[in-house]
């Protein structure tokens, strides 16, 4: 888990923070979907898939489902909990 980045809404997170750290390690990076899904708990959450070049060699697709979880009034983090797990298996993914 990872701090929330201040004013990147849910919608922007794979843009705006995923793919640069993704750029930072890899080049040819691209995110090819972003859609909003529901977690079996409810969550509003995003399924990202980004596709990236490591060591200008491999081809690597890599899916992640990002959600916000509030954890008391003003402190959020993004969530990866089971919820998280169980909707991308639900969308086809181990």
Not at 9 to 32: D, I, N, T, Y
Not at 53 to 72: I, N, P
Not at 75 to 89: I, K, L, T, V
């Amino acid at each position: 888990m990872i701090q929330r980045p201040q004013a990147v809404s849910l919608e922007e997170f794979a843009q705006k923070f995923l793919v640069p750290r993704f750029e930072m390690g890899g080049s040819e990076v691209r995110l090819r979907a972003n859609r909003e899904i529901r977690l079996s708990c409810g969550t509003r959450a995003f399924r990202s898939r980004i596709d990236w070049m490591w060591k200008d060699r491999f081809l690597l697709t890599t899916d992640l489902v990002t959600a916000y979880r509030r954890e008391r009034p003003g402190s959020w983090r993004p969530s990866a909990s089971r919820a998280g797990s169980r909707a991308a298996r639900a969308w086809g993914f181990p």
